[in-house]
């Protein structure tokens, strides 16, 4: 079942009101159908991508659940538990949390590595309703008996996919034995493959499917252009798509720490306000670029896959790859930083012969193909785009066709 308006979800008058103060005229896909499910109390599998709306789709629900069984004892037990992969996703659980429910009198707190964990522990003394962490200092805490999960009747998993890909299989299943067996489990997920429907089955219980885009493909909203170029190049043209066509403010992904410090150099130098966002940028210096990136006094953040996860950065209509990611299923993470809530994006994708390899491995997950074109005044140098001789079977036979394709006379390389 899914509902057209908000105003048809059992949803109390405090929530709506708060939806109406943010101009949230109707329920998104994935609000509409997970609502009411998890108000029902059911276990949920969720296949939904960053920027559908899915942050709120289980934050309100939760709030409605918590407000209706109020809690006397003091200090408040946690009762709902959002795990999330990064720090990021974590502050902006948080802050979603705090937007939501700030009519509701619940408390949320938030846990996660990289900052000083005294800080934390004291939020934690008061009470919360709603603890936001990541699974690592999450464990940390538990081991230390900062805090218990004995009362825990609600737990999410946000961005799934991510929290396996980053190697926190061993986390989950220490954390699953202090979580009561007896609660409701929601797992939202951008990609679904093997794992985890494995992860889906020790999880779930009987859960209901809801899935809005269909599975490992892209938000139709988005347009995805990919620029074949020679690699030496490809500053150059990022530099001129800012520049010249305008394209900012935008979120550039590159697979290399380093190569994020020098395209942001790079277009320092050129005018252009950019700044690297990785891993070895303190939490500190991060939220600060974020905030600058958020305000619009930064035009452009060039990011790793990692420190890019999860960043809910509102209007933004361009993402430009200087590559395409090692881990297909990051392209589909990352040009869904754009097209968000209906607004329309452009995903550009720099290719160079080097690349090969990924591009088949996106083309494979999204199962369909990437057609390649050429920027005017940066065409490639053709006779770089020969077949690998390792090549054999299908993926040369690709490339053969790649080849014979840009000896054609149209500006689309395939
Ligand atoms: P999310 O997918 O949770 O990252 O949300 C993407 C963006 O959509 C967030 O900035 C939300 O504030 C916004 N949003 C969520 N639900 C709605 C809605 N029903 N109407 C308009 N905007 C929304």
């Given amino acids: 079942m899914s509902f057209a308006s908000f105003a048809e979800l059992a949803l109390s008058p405090r929530l709506q009101q708060t939806l109406r103060e943010l101009g949230y005229a109707q329920p998104t896909p994935i609000q509409a159908s997970a609502i009411p499910t998890i108000l029902a109390g059911c276990d949920l599998l969720a296949g939904a991508q960053t920027g559908t709306g899915k942050t709120a789709a289980f934050v309100l629900p939760l709030l409605e659940r918590l407000m209706q069984h109020s809690q006397d004892e003091r200090p408040r037990p946690i009762r709902a538990l959002v795990l999330v992969p990064t720090r990021e996703l974590a502050v902006q659980v948080h802050e979603s949390v705090l937007r939501y429910g700030k009519e509701t009198g619940l408390t949320c707190a938030l846990v996660y590595g990289g900052v000083s964990i005294a800080a934390q522990v004291e939020a934690l003394r008061a009470g919360v309703d709603i603890l936001v962490a990541t699974p690592g200092r999450l464990l940390d805490h538990l081991r230390q008996g900062a805090l218990s999960l004995a009362q825990l009747r609600h737990l999410v998993f946000d961005e799934a996919d991510r929290m396996l890909d980053m190697g926190f299989m061993d986390e989950i299943k220490a954390l699953l034995k202090q979580i009561p067996a007896e609660r409701q489990t929601l797992l939202f997920s951008a990609t679904c493959d093997d794992n985890l429907f494995a992860l889906s089955r020790v999880l779930l219980r009987d859960p209901v499917l809801v899935e809005v885009a269909t599975r490992n493909t892209t938000a139709a909203e988005i347009e995805q252009r990919v620029y074949a170029v020679d690699g030496d190049r490809k500053q150059a043209l990022i530099e001129h798509l800012l520049k010249v066509k ?169």
């Fill in 246 to 414: 305008g394209y900012a403010p935008a979120l550039i992904f590159s697979r290399t720490r380093q190569g994020a410090d020098q395209l942001a150099q790079r277009l320092g130098k050129a005018g252009i306000n950019a700044l690297a966002f990785h891993g070895d940028l303190s939490q500190g210096a991060r939220e600060k670029v974020l905030l600058e990136f958020r305000a619009g006094t930064l035009q452009v953040l060039v990011a790793t896959d990692v420190a890019a996860r999860g960043l809910d950065i509102l209007d933004l209509n361009y993402v430009i790859n200087l590559e395409f990611p090692h881990q297909p299923e990051d392209y589909v993470h990352r040009i869904g930083r754009t097209g968000r809530a209906g607004n329309k994006g452009l995903a550009i994708t720099l290719f160079s012969p080097e690349d090969a390899p990924q591009l088949e491995k996106v083309e494979a997950v999204l199962d369909t193909r990437l057609p390649q074109q050429w920027f005017p005044g940066f065409e490639p140098d053709l006779t770089r785009f020969e077949p690998e001789p390792r090549r054999s079977g299908k993926a040369a036979q690709k490339q053969r066709a790649r080849k014979q394709a840009l000896g054609g006379k149209s500006g689309k390389v395939r």
